[in-house]
């Protein structure tokens, strides 16, 4: 039996009924087919004449009989079995990359218009928040007005025991660890200016050890400068430096970061945009052997042998220093450039560069050391890690979901897309994206260049909103292949040492400690030279 109902007149039988639905019709009629067992309702018309002739084609001999009843009903659930499966493949087979199968019916397609606004609205956007950022952005100042800001340090240093000077003291050594941290012509202002005594004196004096650690970041971001190292050498606050590094009773946060400024001076700083020729000529050499003629080599050894203050960055910085110090004769004999290095130090740069000699002689130890330095070991480990997830995942999809036998095929082509996309997306945002971006904000000095900048960067993003559904498609496991990938990396790293795993917290908190244990021991022995005066009878 074959019903067509008008959308109405279903809707007022389906209220007046048991029947807790109500069906989103839109004006379309109802089809309501009854087989003798129940009533199916039907919104489509081609799904009821589909149905229509399912039931004409298996007529039934006997409808009453149970047997027949239970043998339609395990068929139907075969067939649903059968169709849900199909589905799973069609979902696997999209899952893994294949092109989905066109779909029937209206394909929903965004206008120009729309495409244009939304360009526009993220165009504001952008300009908002550059604006924002520039706002916050006090950097023109500094350059304009360092004398009086140097003058203002120098004068709230010697009032810190006021709170009102001592908040003010602290807000400008913030400011000037942010903005030496970002801008390279700030850096070498302050040190063509002669300024970068004025925190090595700030070490030395008597305030808390927020100031005293703030001062020595800064004097660790001057140091990373190129332009700036041949002028800190010859500044008479590096015998300073010198005797705070060796000084057994400074602070270990202080110690550590004096030695990272003597090894800026002697490692140097490659960019990707920048060539070897500015960070690798004559002057650096005599940079090196000047640090050496100072004693250097033999601090950096020591720093090195105890444990919380180990840093890799030192013996590279013995290495350079070993390197510009020693040539080797037409009898192989190593000579020393400079007859003022200490003996003891000589032994060590000796040392150094012998080894140096015997890894370059190795050709995989030498592209090892270039692979590891250059950065390129996170792209391969990102690779890795992204191959090892498409070729799982697709694996658990295929005996998880679908129950079918594994395609190799299909496993190896997810396996090399996602390689693919977790290789080349981090060479793209960070070796080529977060390098040009650091080059350029060191060298934004105006609002006017950094708005502009802000700007360009917040528009750089809006592509991305086409371009990653299109990655998605392509590799639908990359999110979960560049954790992979970048686990693997931090874990090599931690097994390495690598220096990006020494937290200075952990120093800062055992100065604190060793300061409230020396000022107890203080007031102990205080109280231990007043107690037998205290203790006398009086005469």
């Known amino acids: 039996m074959r019903i067509v109902v008008h959308h109405s007149v279903a809707t007022y039988l389906l209220r007046r009924t048991a029947l807790p639905l109500i069906l989103p019709l839109k004006n379309r009629p109802l089809f309501i087919h009854s087989n003798g067992f129940g009533v199916r309702f039907f919104s489509n018309?081609?799904?009821?004449?589909?149905?229509?002739?399912?039931?004409?084609?298996?007529?039934?001999?006997d409808k009453g009989s149970l047997n027949e009843d239970l043998r339609e009903i395990a068929k139907s659930r075969r067939r649903a079995k059968k169709e849900e499966k199909s589905k799973l493949e069609v979902h696997l087979k999209h899952a893994l990359g294949s092109k989905p199968e066109p779909k029937e019916g209206l394909v929903l397609r965004s206008s120009l218009y729309v495409e244009l606004m939304t360009a526009v609205v993220w165009v504001f956007i952008s300009m908002l928040l550059a604006a924002y950022f520039t706002g916050q952005d006090d950097t023109e100042l500094y350059?304009?007005?360092?004398?009086?800001?140097?003058?203002?340090?120098?004068?709230?240093?010697?009032?810190?025991?006021?709170?009102?000077?001592?908040?003010?003291?602290?807000?400008?050594?913030?400011?000037?660890?942010?903005?030496t941290q970002t801008n390279d012509s700030l850096r070498k202002l302050i040190v063509e200016k002669g300024y970068f005594g004025i925190f090595v004196n700030l070490i030395k004096a008597d305030l808390d050890a927020n100031s005293i650690n703030y001062s020595a970041k800064i004097l660790d971001h001057l140091s990373q400068l190129p332009s700036n190292k041949p002028l800190i050498i010859n500044d008479e606050s590096m015998k300073s430096i010198i005797s705070i590094v060796n000084d057994v009773e400074s602070p270990l946060f202080i110690r550590k970061t004096m030695g990272v400024v003597l090894s800026n001076l002697a490692v140097p700083v490659t960019n990707i945009f920048s060539g070897d020729s500015k960070v690798n000529g004559p002057e650096f050499d005599q940079v090196r052997v000047r640090l050496a003629e100072l004693?250097?080599?033999?601090?950096?050894?020591?720093?090195?042998?105890?444990?919380?203050?180990?840093?890799?960055?030192?013996?590279?910085?013995?290495?350079?220093?070993?390197?510009?110090?020693?040539?080797?004769?037409?009898?192989?004999?190593?000579?020393?450039?400079?007859?003022?290095i200490p003996n003891n130090d000589l032994i060590v740069l000796q040392q150094s560069f012998k080894q140096s000699a015997e890894e370059e002689q190795w050709a995989l130890i030498r592209y090892k050391n270039a692979f590891v330095n250059s950065g390129l070991a996170m792209y391969l480990h990102t690779s890795l890690g992204g191959a090892l997830w498409g070729a799982f995942e697709s694996m658990r999809i295929m005996r998880k979901d679908t129950k079918i036998p594994i395609n190799w095929k299909l496993v190896l082509r997810s396996a090399l897309r996602t390689s693919l996309v977790t290789g080349l997306v981090p060479i793209y945002f960070v070796g080529i994206g977060v390098s040009l971006y650091n080059y350029a904000n060191h060298r934004i000095d105006t609002n006017e260049q950094r708005f502009y900048f802000s700007l360009a960067t917040f528009v750089s993003l809006y592509p991305w909103y086409y371009l990653l559904p299109i990655v998605e498609r392509f590799s639908p496991f990359w999110i979960g292949g560049h954790i992979v990938g970048f686990m693997s990396f931090f874990t090599y790293m931690y097994i390495t040492e690598n220096d990006m795993f020494k937290v200075d917290n952990q120093l800062i908190y055992e100065d604190a400690m060793n300061k409230r244990r020396k000022e107890q021991e203080k007031k102990e022995k205080e109280k231990a030279l007043l107690a037998p005066s205290n203790n006398k009878s009086p005469a």
């Open 143 to 179: 350059l304009e007005k360092i004398d009086k800001k140097m003058a203002q340090l120098q004068e709230l240093s010697k009032l810190t025991h006021k709170e009102e000077k001592k908040k003010d003291f602290d807000r400008l050594i913030e400011s000037l660890v942010r903005h």
């Open 295 to 340: 004693g250097v080599v033999g601090i950096l050894t020591n720093l090195n042998q105890d444990k919380k203050l180990r840093r890799k960055l030192f013996g590279t910085a013995i290495r350079y220093i070993s390197k510009s110090c020693l040539k080797v004769n037409e009898k192989g004999e190593l000579l020393s450039v400079s007859s003022s």
């Open 45 to 61: 018309q081609r799904k009821f004449e589909d149905d229509n002739n399912n039931q004409q084609q298996t007529p039934k001999e």
